[in-house]
């Protein structure tokens, strides 16, 4: 398996990932255009890395990375986990730990202090999951709808 910058070409298989999910299913919609002009705009974006795991050719992992520079922490930079996702076939093997631990050792070779992620408070499994990395639940994440 391989880890590397998603191209235009893995789009549709990254979305499928983003909606095949309970939570996903209820937001995303496969084969609408809008989400190639999403992707131009990420990989337009040095602080971005949209990766994607490939096994057999096939696109079986996804996770993108954002890099967020800021003031506090001695002007420390953040790496940003987000939209971590494993093709449903292919859970429970360990390739989701594997994309985890690419994000940190990047992260950290791009000179971040910390990683940080978040996760709806729907997903317990996803929860377990980040504990078990190393990950602590040290603060409480909101968000407010604009759209």
């Known amino acids: 398996m391989e880890i590397r910058r998603a191209t235009a070409d893995d ?3 990254i979305v499928a990932m983003l909606a ?3 939570l996903g ?3 995303e919609t496969p084969g609408d255009p809008v989400y ?4 131009k705009d990420i990989d337009a974006d040095p602080r971005q890395f949209l990766a994607v795991a490939v096994a057999e050719g096939e696109v079986v992992g996804t996770l993108q990375l954002t890099f967020i520079p800021g003031l506090s922490r001695l002007g420390a930079t953040r790496a940003l986990i987000e939209a971590v996702r494993v093709r449903s076939d292919q859970r429970g093997g360990g390739l989701g730990g594997t994309l985890i631990q690419w994000a940190v050792d990047t992260a950290r070779e791009r000179g971040a202090a910390m990683v940080q992620l978040t996760t709806d408070a729907s997903r317990e499994d996803a929860h377990r999951f980040y504990e078990r990395l190393g990950f602590v639940a040290s603060h409480v994440g909101m968000k407010l709808p604009l759209r």
């Open 25 to 27: 299913a209820t937001r």
């Open 11 to 13: 789009v549709p298989a």
């Open 20 to 22: 095949d999910d309970p």
């Open 36 to 39: 190639a002009e999403a992707f």
